[in-house]
């Protein structure tokens, strides 16, 4: 206590040692019981997820106002951030899903 910040570097690589192994196991583990009750699981990448407007697209830090507040610098749009960025991951989702399904059809067809 008397030196606050000592092995800083072997602390954060103990934890990310650590943190890793859970969020595999985490992810391995939904998607096996999605496949066993028939539903799938779309992995988006949440990087800006609570930035981006899910009213008009517009990416803008400065619309994150707080940490549970999103006011969009373009169109004023206010939500809940956690509720704004779940709407575009579950945008992303879908997009993926069904993009990949469309495209299976239409290599089908062709």
Not at 59 to 88: E, I, K, T
Request: hydrophobic share 35%; proline share 4%.
């Amino acid at each position: 206590m008397d030196q606050p910040g000592t092995n800083v570097a072997a602390k954060a690589a103990l934890n990310h040692a650590i943190a890793d192994p859970g969020w595999q196991m985490l992810a391995r583990y939904i998607t096996y019981k999605a496949a066993d009750a028939g539903r799938c699981v779309e992995w988006v990448d949440p990087r800006n997820t609570s930035r981006t407007c899910s009213a008009c697209g517009h990416l803008d830090p400065a619309s994150r106002r707080s940490q549970s507040l999103f006011v969009c610098s373009r169109c004023g749009y206010g939500l809940n951030a956690d509720v704004n960025a779940a709407r575009n991951v579950l945008r992303a989702g879908h997009a993926r899903h069904f993009g990949a399904k469309r495209d299976q059809l239409a290599n089908r067809a062709s």
